[in-house]
């Protein structure tokens, strides 16, 4: 048996129909960017989460971006992040000229806590990048926001993972001053190409982005403000987007499902299973760990599995950074970078490769 990591082939296919006929409906509008799909999934979307206003963009590292620069960051200000997520924050701050602050994470949830949010404020950050990674809520989200709220200190939600998670009796999304979406096609609202959006209960901030979107545009060819650029969400994506948002609860609940059938089968005892069973998980990713990653995924490759690690370096120490390495200890961080991977998790996923994934794993001995 072959089972890929994520099947993008199926997730087309079973909707097939309906993303035909929606791409056909664009194409035969002779309207391609900023139309009427666009309006219609933003203000959707926008009622999905539970927020005021919705800012459909490229990408989602473009929506981290514009999302800073419309709270005001700007170079030399410095930002609070996490280190374990794949660069994606650090990118956005380091395109402005701003600077990354690095915190730990909770070895069990690998997210941010309370604890090192304060941390980071009290080292005199601007803002902080909230992380809902692998498709967990922050466990202290609400007491985060309020606390940053308290310090004059801008929190921003990177939902890119988190789509339908819940919190406090809150969407993610929807906890922060403004949050950052991606819709890269794996992720669990995910278009058939790239698109990002920017959320926010701020009718300033989303005038803000509105404008930075657009070269930095008051009205047509007039730029009123610095920083903008050309980021926009095509009618293509965003009907597509249409068609997969009215099926995003049923497949985060065929996500859980997979996670939950890993929770109660895998026996190995060289893997540590993440305990994730509330509605803040939606399941984007099942990471798993194990002091002998490599040996493992290698024989998994060996019975047609394939599998993946998010993230193999630590954000503080990629090469990019060169020798302007942290004084600061993050050990939890280094830690999971060195054993984490992640097993096929993903709706279309079919009972039987689950349960030769299970019997796979549970087969590898040392």
Not at 231 to 253: G, K, T
Not at 278 to 297: A, C, E, N
Not at 330 to 342: D, E, I, Y
């Amino acid at each position: 048996m072959n089972i890929r990591f994520v099947d993008l082939n199926r997730k087309y296919s079973l909707r097939s129909s309906e993303i035909d006929a929606a791409i056909k409906r664009v194409l035969m509008s002779g309207n391609f960017i900023m139309g009427n799909e666009l309006e219609t999934f933003e203000s959707r979307f926008s009622q999905y989460v539970g927020i005021e206003n919705c800012i459909g963009v490229a990408n989602g590292t473009d929506a981290i971006e514009l999302a800073l620069r419309a709270i005001g960051i700007e170079k030399g200000d410095l930002v609070g992040t996490v280190a374990n997520a794949g660069f994606y924050s650090p990118t956005a701050i380091n395109n402005i000229g701003a600077t990354p602050i690095y915190v730990d994470v909770d070895p069990k949830t690998r997210n941010v806590t309370r604890l090192e949010v304060e941390r980071a404020i009290d080292s005199g950050i601007k803002a902080f990048i909230m992380t809902h990674l692998y498709g967990l809520a922050v466990d202290e989200s609400i007491e985060i926001a309020e606390y940053c709220k308290s310090k004059g200190v801008f929190l921003v939600e990177d939902c890119a993972q988190s789509h339908g998670a819940l919190v406090g009796g809150k969407m993610t999304g929807s906890i922060g001053d403004i949050s950052a979406f991606s819709f890269y096609p794996t992720k669990n609202l995910g278009a058939l190409g790239d698109a990002g959006a920017v959320l926010t209960n701020s009718s300033a901030l989303a005038s803000r982005v509105k404008k930075l979107q657009k070269y930095g545009w008051g009205s047509k060819y007039h730029v009123e403000i610095a920083g903008g650029r050309n980021s926009r969400m095509d009618e293509i994506q965003a009907a597509i987007l249409l068609v997969f948002l009215s099926y995003l609860d049923s497949d985060n609940l065929k996500r859980k499902e997979v996670s939950k059938r890993y929770w109660e089968r895998i026996t190995n005892p060289n893997i540590s299973l993440p305990d994730f069973k509330s509605d803040q998980f939606v399941g984007h990713l099942y990471v798993v760990t194990s002091d002998k990653r490599d040996s493992i995924r290698q024989e998994l490759s060996n019975r047609g599995i394939e599998t993946a690690v998010h993230y193999p370096i630590p954000d503080y120490l990629q090469p990019i950074n060169g020798s302007d390495v942290p004084t600061s200890s993050f050990p939890h961080t280094a830690k999971l970078c060195q054993t984490v991977f992640s097993l096929p998790c993903y709706p279309e996923l079919t009972e039987q490769e689950v349960d030769y994934i299970i019997t796979s794993v549970n087969q590898i001995v040392f």
